[in-house]
């Protein structure tokens, strides 16, 4: 199983919701990031974990909750966003830690805040 | 980091070999060069990635400079499936280096013609 899973595919959310979205892989990967891409811009990073603790925070705001309850699990919490947070949302995973192996990446959550 | 320079967009036609060139003057020592593509609607996908020589694998080859200062990929018979945006990315892999981040630039979109 070589697949990052993400889901939902789609999700619309008003500014006071709570929401999750979720990142599966079954590659016995030990890294996982998350990053934000809005349209017709590249991918930025927001969150890594390494080991399933958190290593990097790319100064993301506390709206966006990231937890890694197990290695193969990733979700990302949402809360009081914005409309200016729509985007595509991003998983990605890599075979060991902080290190530069290849970032296998899943579709993708799209999100819409209204 | 250091940066890399692609053109915009370029254009090909089917079953055609395509070379696209990246740009990385300010390359340093421990700077891997990667190549990662987005297609529509996808996440990104690993390419390829190199150090100093020659890369090939079954997706692509990667040719670097003699003096690393600019590298290019090159699909040897583009499909329609090739048409995506290619991002040509510098991982420091040297002590202290961010090696765990992909820094994605704006790429290159590429159109391939039927």
């Known amino acids: 199983d070589t697949e990052v899973t993400q889901t939902p595919k789609h999700l619309v959310m008003g500014m006071t919701n709570k929401k999750s979205l979720k990142c599966e892989q079954h590659?016995?990967?030990?890294?996982m990031y998350w990053y934000k891409q809005k349209a017709k811009k590249p991918p930025e990073l927001m969150f890594v974990y390494s080991y399933e603790k958190l290593s990097i925070n790319e100064s993301v705001p506390s709206r966006f909750s990231p937890e890694c309850p197990n290695s193969s699990l990733l979700n990302l919490h949402l809360h009081a966003l914005q409309p200016e947070d729509s985007a595509l949302y991003l998983c990605?995973?890599?075979?060991?830690?902080?290190?530069?192996?290849?970032?296998?990446f899943g579709p993708g959550t799209r999100l819409t805040v209204l | 980091d250091a940066k890399t320079t692609q053109p915009n967009s370029m254009e090909s036609n089917e079953e055609e070999p395509v070379h696209l060139p990246c740009n990385h003057s300010?390359?340093?020592?421990?700077?891997?060069i990667h190549w990662y593509r987005q297609l529509p609607s996808q996440g990104p996908e690993y390419v390829i990635h190199g150090l100093t020589s020659n890369v090939n694998n079954r997706m692509a080859s990667l040719a670097i400079a003699e003096d690393r200062k600019s590298s290019t990929l090159i699909l040897h018979r583009a499909t329609l499936r090739d048409a995506a945006v290619y991002y040509c990315i510098l991982r420091d892999t040297g002590s202290g280096g961010s090696n765990y981040k992909l820094t994605f630039g704006k790429g290159t979109l590429l159109t391939v013609n039927p």
């Open positions: 590659m016995g990967h030990r890294a």
């Open positions: 990605a995973s890599s075979l060991r830690g902080l290190d530069h192996n290849e970032q296998f």
């Open positions: 300010t390359i340093s020592g421990t700077d891997y």
